[in-house]
Structure formats: C-alpha cells, structure tokens
C-alpha cells in the first residue's frame, strides 16, 4: 500500500496556511464566532435580513461575513452580532499556552434558567 506524503496539523488552520500567530489567532476567533452567529440565525428561524435588521447591520454585509469574509468584520462587532441574536450566549474567549502556535480556543456558553439570578 502507497503511503502519501503529508505534514501533521499545528491545530490552527490558519497557521498551517502560513499566517503570523497573532493573525491565525484573530482569525480563529471571528471564525469561531461567525459559526456561532450563523447557529443563532438558524436555530431561531431568522432570514437574512431579520437577522440583519437584529444586527444593526445590512443582509449583503451579513451574507458576506457568514460566507466567510472575515476583514469587514472585526471581533467585537461579530460579538455585538452574537449579543443581539442570543443574548443568553457568552463567548468566552481561552488563550491556551501552546507555546510558539498562538492557539485560541474559544467556548460559547448557554446560560440556563433565570439571568440575571434571583437573589
């Protein structure tokens, strides 16, 4: 059996494609967050221009950056975008110490019951 060449991942796409750490970095987050906004407008139904409109922003704009054009967008806005869509969602961003590959792992967590808790 032929064995084919190939290069073992570093974890980050986007350093495997050759960008800075710090940029890979950047741009695993906004891609993280953009696959969450995207799972909000689905899960609650929205069209394009609902989801838009809930953004503050416009459905060519939002069509765009969920296709995955990530410069017209930067992480706080995409933030923003994922607080008016699931305002009981709270992206909590973990640098993890892999040294030399600027790793970025980012959870987006649901919150259950009453928010703010009763007292």
């Known amino acids: 059996m032929k064995v084919t060449p190939h290069e073992h991942s570093s974890g980050n796409i986007f350093a495997d494609m050759g960008f800075t750490a710090p940029e890979a970095s950047d741009l695993t987050v906004k891609s993280k967050l953009i696959m969450t906004v995207d799972d909000s407008i689905r899960e609650r139904g929205l069209t394009k221009q609902e989801a838009a409109q809930l953004c503050g922003t416009d459905q060519p704009t939002l069509s765009k950056v969920l296709r995955g054009r990530m410069e017209s967008v930067t992480i706080d806005k995409l933030a923003a975008w994922l607080n008016a869509l699931a305002p009981r969602s709270y992206p909590a961003l973990l640098q993890c110490g892999l040294p030399g590959r600027g790793a970025t792992r980012i959870e987006v ?11």
């Open 109 to 119: 967590m649901r919150a259950t019951g009453c928010w703010p808790r009763p007292t």
